[in-house]
């Protein structure tokens, strides 16, 4: 059954610090992740706040029945390049395709943007978010070992249109 019901719209007033508190009770805690990943995601949320280009990148939050569900950015790297940000699902909310449109809605507004591709960073124990990302055409162009955890591999994947 799809999650088509849920709004996606730009996030109001502390709904950023709402995805780096959630990332760290749901992600982290269930993956024994530790203060590095919420400087990593605290990072990301500042840097956006501190120097973001509207017109180039955004982030959306997902919401339903007036409950936030979900979440994801996009950045620039370049004129050429974006990054794709914390895609986020609440448990609760997962395998119903919101993470798709969460993603879908990333890569449309990266298309309109002018950017020509699309990078992420994500880790090999991620597997439903690594699902959503092949389907949407990103292929994985490289691994190393994770600074998360040595039994883990960082990934990087790629995007072109």
């Known amino acids: 059954m799809p999650d088509d019901d849920a709004i996606l719209r730009s996030p109001r007033l502390g709904e950023l610090s709402w995805l780096q508190w ?14 590095r990943y919420e400087g990593h995601v605290a990072q990301i949320v500042g ?24 979440c994801v950015g996009l950045t620039g790297v370049s004129e050429e390049r974006a990054r794709l940000r914390l895609l986020f699902v609440e448990p609760d909310a997962r395998g119903l395709g919101l993470g798709r449109r969460l993603v879908d809605a990333c890569l449309a507004f990266a298309r309109r943007a002018g950017y020509r591709e699309v990078v992420l960073w994500t880790v090999d124990v991620l597997e439903p978010a690594r699902r959503i990302y092949a389907a949407a055409g990103f292929r994985k162009i490289g691994e190393t070992v994770s600074e998360l955890s040595p039994a883990m591999k960082d990934e990087t994947w790629l995007l072109r249109f």
Do not use: N, S
Not at 22 to 35: F, I, K, N, S, Y
Not at 48 to 68: M, Q, S, T
């Open 22 to 35: 959630r990332h760290m009770q749901t992600v982290a805690t269930v993956h024994g992740w530790d203060e």
């Open 47 to 70: 840097d956006f706040f501190a120097r973001h280009d509207p017109a180039r990148e955004r982030f959306w939050v997902a919401e339903k029945g007036g409950e936030l569900i979900g």
